[in-house]
């Protein structure tokens, strides 16, 4: 860390002092976002002290600066499904080789990825046992054996687990990793228009957690079949866009299963006619890949940008002593700043280290991200006030002391507006509209997001998949947006020719 040495080293030159620390200490990245992508996104969730490397590749630790944020997010979503009467529960972590393989089509989408349990100390099992990818196959047997009547639905349940997918091709910390954390909403209808009308209700919740707290912009839509669920009737889906690599990214997703999984495991029940009939069924979730999409979006060359409404803290407090100044004095009103915005109920801390020069500590606090940074130094305490430095534009700001609470509030409000802003006009501007497989190609080559009309058929997204396929990786349908933009009559698909039926965002994606 020759920066940290740089630091400590300056802290005692005297004139030139300030300025040389902050100019060895304000980069602390040694790749640029723009250049180097990968290797800045690694460095960023490394540095900013979100995650550390583990032995086993694809596994990461998550620390607790990243749990702070999950658990943020957790905090919402929970009390919102509660409020939707869905209870949570907790089912096993394995799965035995018969149940997994009950839903053929359901396990072959993940078979690849499924890791099993061979051994018990030095004896092999005699039945190898599978640990779960997604759980409707662990739950649905006890579904059935729950489920007998119709007074016996809804059955809403969501469990907050970890799941394994064991990936081979380039684990990404948050975004592909074999371990990761999430919630899987599983629930049961008497019918198909309750199930309906619940994915699209969580679908918005999804939408809220990106755009509301994560100030990250996403498209709600369905997914094509070659993209949908495997086993499901149908997949909707939040979908994110990273401008910097070209990709699109799916950040959630709400799957009716209909009456699919109930048929496999026998999930019957006697209506209020005295008839049997199947139930319909729902899955959704969301995971910590929610985190890495936000650091991608809002981050920069000096590290994370967290926005207000899930940074673990919101404000640092830094004291800025100089050499004759009442330090004393200085680390009080330091004390009494974090006291008042705590009582305030902001999330906040004070750097009291006396190690490190304040440039140093500057540059520690933006590389964790932290909305807001307030020095308060010996002209601060002569003149009651304080200085506001904004993390996501560097604004300083002089507040006096008795106007704190209100002008903090008010800044972090604006922060998290500007970071959901900057986002959507820099994604907006990816956004590609196309009408021929020529303009598709060339979007394709400019990293865009493209909007294109489709005849929704299989094969010609197939065909696309095959004709774009390189060393980026081939392009997909994203989905298909909620919000359609008109289709004049005698629009014909992009790709095939044939009559367009839909508008579908296309793109390479993680």
């Known amino acids: 860390m020759a920066s940290v040495a740089m630091g400590k080293s300056n802290a005692n030159a005297k004139g030139a002092k300030k300025k040389e620390v902050k100019k060895e200490t304000g980069l602390g990245l040694s790749n640029k976002k723009d250049d180097n992508f990968g290797e800045w996104y690694s460095e960023v969730v490394v540095n900013g002290e979100m995650i550390e490397y583990y032995d086993i590749s694809g596994c990461y630790i998550l620390r607790p600066w990243t749990m702070s944020i999950w658990e943020i997010m957790q905090a919402f979503f929970d009390a919102e499904i509660k409020k939707m009467k869905i209870k949570n529960c907790y089912f096993p972590l394995f799965v035995s080789p018969g149940v997994l393989q009950r839903e053929k089509d359901h396990i072959e989408g993940f078979a690849p990825e499924v890791a099993w349990v061979t051994k018990s100390g030095q004896s092999d099992l005699e039945v190898p046992i599978a640990i779960r990818p997604t759980s409707e196959t662990v739950m649905y047997p006890y579904y059935s054996k729950w489920i007998r009547g119709h007074r016996d639905l809804p059955l809403k349940l969501n469990q907050w687990c970890n799941v394994v997918r064991w990936e081979f091709s380039n684990p990404t910390p948050f975004i592909r990793s074999r371990e990761f ?12 228009s309750e199930a309906d009308a619940e994915v699209l209700e969580i679908l918005e919740l999804y939408r809220l957690i990106y755009e509301e707290y994560l100030a990250v912009p996403v498209i709600k839509g369905k997914k094509s079949e070659l993209e949908k669920f ?11 866009f990273i401008p910097n690599t070209g990709r699109g990214i799916q950040g959630a997703t709400s799957h009716c299963l209909g009456q699919n ?7 019957n029940f006697e209506n209020d006619k005295g008839e049997k009939a199947m139930v319909w069924q729902n899955s959704w979730a969301y995971s910590t890949r929610t985190i890495g999409v936000m650091v991608m979006i809002h981050g920069d060359d000096k590290g994370l940008i967290l926005p207000p409404k899930v940074a673990s803290t919101q404000i640092i407090v830094i004291p800025v002593p100089y050499k004759d100044a009442d330090t004393r004095a200085i680390f009080d009103a330091c004390t009494t700043t974090v006291k008042t915005l705590s009582e305030a109920g902001f999330r906040v801390e004070a750097d009291f280290r006396d190690n490190y020069s304040p440039g140093w500590k500057y540059s520690h606090w933006e590389m964790k991200g932290v909305p807001l940074r307030i020095e308060i130094g010996p002209k601060d305490l002569a ?26 509030k008010d800044m972090l409000t604006k922060i998290q507006q500007s970071l959901f ?17 020529d303009e598709f190609v060339d979007a394709l ?8 009309p489709w005849c ?3 094969e010609v997204e197939k065909d696309v998949k095959a ?14 947006p909620f919000d359609q933009p008109e289709l004049p009559e005698g629009t014909l698909c992009f790709a095939s020719g044939k009559p367009a039926k839909i508008w579908t965002y296309w793109g390479r994606s993680y």
């Open 181 to 192: 954390l999430w919630q899987e909403g599983h629930t049961a209808f008497a019918t198909k």
């Open 230 to 240: 495997a086993g499901g009737l149908y997949t909707t889906s939040v979908e994110a």
């Open 261 to 267: 999984f109930a048929r496999m495991f026998e999930i």
């Open 383 to 408: 003149n009651r006030q304080v200085r506001a430095v904004r993390r996501d534009n560097s604004a300083k700001v002089d507040i006096p002391m008795d106007s704190l609470v209100g002008q903090l």
């Open 421 to 437: 802003e900057a986002a959507k006009q820099k994604r907006d501007a990816c956004i590609k509209v196309v009408k021929t497989w």
């Open 445 to 452: 080559g400019h990293k865009k997001m493209i909007l294109a």
């Open 456 to 458: 929704d058929e299989e």
């Open 467 to 480: 004709r774009t396929k390189g060393e980026m990786g081939a392009a997909k349908s994203l989905c298909s």
